[in-house]
């Protein structure tokens, strides 16, 4: 069940792996460069390219996609984010359509709290899995207000650009990053002019529970929207309170709109100091840009859910087909929704995962289980006995892309002990989507079935060439 999006007679096949055994050439023809990588990597040990305390990983190879690549993404952002918008339209107008998703109540009722501005679905990060041989794309998941990684990609493509190899592979291309962070900045600020309680001179916050968060990432955010004229702030959700008219921060700053980091399964877990946020919400004493609607998209249900016959009747025959071609099929680990004997007997062809979490929490691939560890996982999380609903999903063998291992370690090496043959790395595209725009990618490589940080994932610059 892949897409590949409609293409002229005359377009050319993509010619990513083209350029990147270009790249790889170059680095070899300079002997490695084996100072630009050192250079590279020393450039990310001293960067604000932090996840959990932690500087990334990334090869010095980055990802390069030619403009048939870019059409294809297009098109596939911009077709689900209609999708999706759809779908949470309905969710908000019919009782009855509801009742095909099973939410904690709490959530149920702050889904249904007016936003007050026009964008459903502002910001959100669609992952998907490009075949670059045949442009054909599989979804993994969809990711609303917690999306990351805009300044992952934003300090690797800073770590690589003064090297040797890349300055001769942009002599000889035209060569262009992604920008992830003014056109967003942008965006909220236009999207809060919608507001029907807007004021003027509006203080921003954006909000998230710190210890989850990409902190650094918000904090240069914060500076970009202070330096386009929006007063800006870092908070954590328990810091805010609410006096029944101003939603205030931890120094009794007011804030009157805020860029809702936080995933919503946080906000359930912190329910009671979260309170200030939920009280301003619900008074509409604040613009929440997203609105909690958008735990619709994140939550892993609506994978089910778009092939549900009640979806499916609001959605033309093309979405139908898109949907048909790109989602994996998608069930509850539930006995009433599928043979649990027939998924214990074909581990390849499945992944588990939970329908509300992050950071590939609990999430496994079976190709990668034995078959007792497979066995265990299910008995573990089907038929909700871990005290949460978990889905089954077809697993999509990713696309695998040459690079150089990442260089973590590489000035604790001789130059003679740097790798400099290739290695072959699984590949996960996260498409930015910032108010049904498509604005860049986050390219995420890994040597597993999972890709995530904590299975060696690593992150690498993203190039759009020619």
């Known amino acids: 069940m892949t897409y590949t999006a409609p293409q002229p007679a005359d377009q050319p096949v993509f010619k990513n792996a083209a350029y990147t055994q270009e790249y790889i050439d170059i680095a070899e023809s300079l002997d ?5 990588r050192r250079a590279a990597r020393a450039y990310m040990d001293s960067s604000t390219a932090i996840v959990h305390h932690r500087v990334v990983s990334t090869s010095f190879v980055p990802k390069l996609y030619d403009a048939a690549s870019r059409r294809v993404m297009r098109e596939v952002v911009e077709t689900t984010h209609r999708i999706l918008c759809k779908v949470m339209q309905h969710y908000l107008d019919d009782a009855e359509y509801r009742k095909i998703f099973d939410y904690d109540p709490r959530l149920a009722e702050l889904i249904l709290v007016p936003r007050g501005y026009d964008a459903l679905l502002p910001f959100a990060r669609f992952d998907i899995f490009l ?5 054909d794309v599989a979804f993994c998941e969809f990711n609303g207000d917690g999306s990351s990684g805009m300044n992952e990609n934003r300090e690797i493509t800073h770590s690589v650009e ?4 890349f300055k001769e592979f ?6 262009e990053g992604c920008e992830l962070f003014d056109a967003w900045v942008r965006e909220f600020a236009a999207i809060y002019a919608t507001y029907e309680h807007r004021v003027e001179n509006p203080r921003f916050a954006i909000c998230d529970y710190l210890q989850n968060g990409v902190v650094d990432e918000f904090h240069l955010f914060a500076k970009r929207f202070t330096e386009a004229g929006h007063p ?5 959700v328990r810091d805010l309170t609410f006096d029944g008219e101003v939603l205030r921060d931890k120094e009794g700053q007011p804030v009157h709109a805020i860029w809702r980091r936080c995933v919503t399964n946080d906000v ?4 009671d100091e979260s309170q200030a946020l939920i009280e301003a919400v619900k008074a509409q004493k604040v613009a929440l840009i997203g609105s909690f609607a958008g735990h619709v998209v994140h939550d892993k249900q609506i994978f089910e859910a778009l092939f549900n016959p009640m979806t499916q009747a609001f959605l033309t025959p093309e979405e139908i087909a898109f949907v048909e071609r790109t989602v994996p099929q998608t069930r509850y680990l539930n006995e009433k929704e599928v043979d649990l004997d027939a998924i214990r007997a074909d581990k390849d062809a499945w992944i588990i995962k939970p329908t509300d979490a992050y950071g590939a929490a609990d999430v496994y691939a079976g190709c990668f289980q034995t078959q007792e560890q497979w066995e265990q996982i299910i008995a573990k999380f089907a038929n909700g006995a871990a005290g949460a609903p978990f889905l089954v999903q077809r697993y999509i063998t990713p696309f695998k892309t040459q690079i150089l291992t990442p260089d973590d370690g590489i000035a604790n090496l001789a130059d003679d002990q740097v790798q400099r043959e290739p290695v072959l790395y699984n590949n996960l595209e996260g498409l930015y989507c910032y108010n049904g725009t498509f604005q860049g990618i986050f390219s995420r490589l890994g ?8 299975m060696k994932g690593i992150t690498c610059a993203t190039i759009w060439v020619d």
């Open 162 to 165: 003064e090297t040797a190899t």
């Open 447 to 454: 040597p597993f079935p999972t890709i995530s940080k904590p």
């Open 268 to 271: 359930l877990e912190f329910w």
């Open 32 to 36: 490695g460069d084996i100072p630009g």
């Open 232 to 236: 800006c702030t870092v908070c954590d």
């Open 170 to 175: 942009a002599r000889r291309h035209h060569v």
């Open 131 to 135: 075949d670059e041989n045949t442009g």
